[in-house]
């Protein structure tokens, strides 16, 4: 299966259609129903890492069954391991004989209680040691890694981290992930307002959450959480990093241009020629090793990709296709 492959019908053929009806509350129903019918056992997980930062994250495995491997399922910003893109993948890795891990990144999926610091993209260190201790439980299994937009981001960099820290990875997927951080900031800014009004709003709502647990630590006034994305994300990037401007900081996290050129770890990225959120002409100067491809559809949205009136989804199952082909050799 390709992104060739993919041909929803005209009407679900606009950006936004399928961005909005991709998270949308009649998805979700879907997502609980198939996840359910996997007839999986999901018992939740509490990982720690050196730093004592601890991450939540759900594993699911079909009892009975002797799994192909183990996926992490890496969600996007201001999503969650229940996310409908989460429970949709999760249920077609475990139809074809995968276990799943959904991680859950600081600060998502209610787990703001955890840590007191503030959860920001640059995060990475915390992510590679929960991919090492859920390697570290479920031995045995082959462990790849699938991420959506800004999970898909972490999944490329933690491959690219596998080699140098033994991590055991044998693929890792990416969907709509974000390359250039300053192009996404800039597309949301001059694009439809909607995207960047919806991930304020998400931010913003964190934020609140945070303020309330920890107030001794977070004693920012409602005049901060009233800013816009670009000067929020400059307030955060001076008071709880250490990168000191907003450039410094994108950068760290950009994977764009040459950088996942050293890619040891074979890598699939699939990406919509008409996503509304993540820049196109970045993918057009990404370099990749020969084991790794990069394939655009001409449609899909940001993470959508929706099938039908069903709501199915193809990203979903080209990343179980994926992995299972590369499973059976």
């Not at 969907?175 to 800014?189: G, H, I, K, Q």
């Not at 001059?190 to 995207?195: D, K, S, W």
């Not at 919806?198 to 901060?224: C, G, I, N, Q």
Request: hydrophobic content about 45%; aromatic content about 8%; proline content about 6%.
């Amino acid at each position: 299966m390709t992104a060739a492959d993919y041909a929803p019908p005209r009407w679900l053929r606009n950006a936004h259609v399928q961005s909005v009806l991709g998270s949308s509350p009649l998805r979700r129903r879907t997502a609980e129903q198939r996840l359910a019918a996997a007839g999986a056992r999901t018992e939740i997980h509490l990982l720690e890492t050196a730093g004592g930062v601890r991450l939540q994250g759900l594993h699911s495995a079909v009892p009975g069954v002797r799994p192909h491997g183990l996926v992490l399922l890496l969600h996007g910003w201001e999503g969650s391991a229940e996310s409908n893109y989460m429970r949709l993948t999760a249920a077609q890795l475990l139809g074809r004989g995968f276990e799943v891990f959904r991680l859950n990144f600081r600060d998502h999926g209610d787990t703001h209680h955890l840590n007191e610091g503030l959860f920001h993209s640059n995060r990475l260190e915390e992510v590679v040691q929960a991919a090492q201790e859920v390697a570290r439980r479920f031995p045995l299994r082959p462990l790849s890694v699938a991420g959506y937009s800004l999970g898909g981001n972490f999944a490329l960099r933690l491959a690219l981290r596998a080699g140098e820290i033994g991590l055991p990875l044998a693929h890792a997927v990416a969907v709509c992930p974000v390359l250039d951080p300053a192009r996404t900031m800039d597309s949301m800014e001059t694009g439809l307002p909607m995207y960047l009004w919806y991930f304020e709003r998400k931010w913003r709502d964190s934020l609140a959450r945070k303020r309330e647990l920890f107030p001794s630590v977070h004693d920012f006034d409602d005049r901060t959480l009233g800013l816009r994305m670009r000067p929020l994300t400059q307030w955060m990037v001076e008071r709880h990093t250490d990168f000191g401007t907003l450039d410094r900081y994108f950068e760290g996290y950009s994977i764009a241009g040459p950088r996942l050129a050293r890619l040891r770890v074979p890598a699939s990225i699939l990406m919509a020629a008409d996503d509304p959120v993540i820049p196109l002409d970045a993918f057009g100067e990404l370099q990749l090793p020969p084991h790794s491809r990069l394939e655009v559809a001409p449609w899909g949205g940001h993470c959508g990709f929706l099938e039908n009136a069903r709501l199915d989804g193809f990203a979903e199952r080209w990343i179980a296709d994926r992995l299972a082909a590369l499973a059976a050799g």
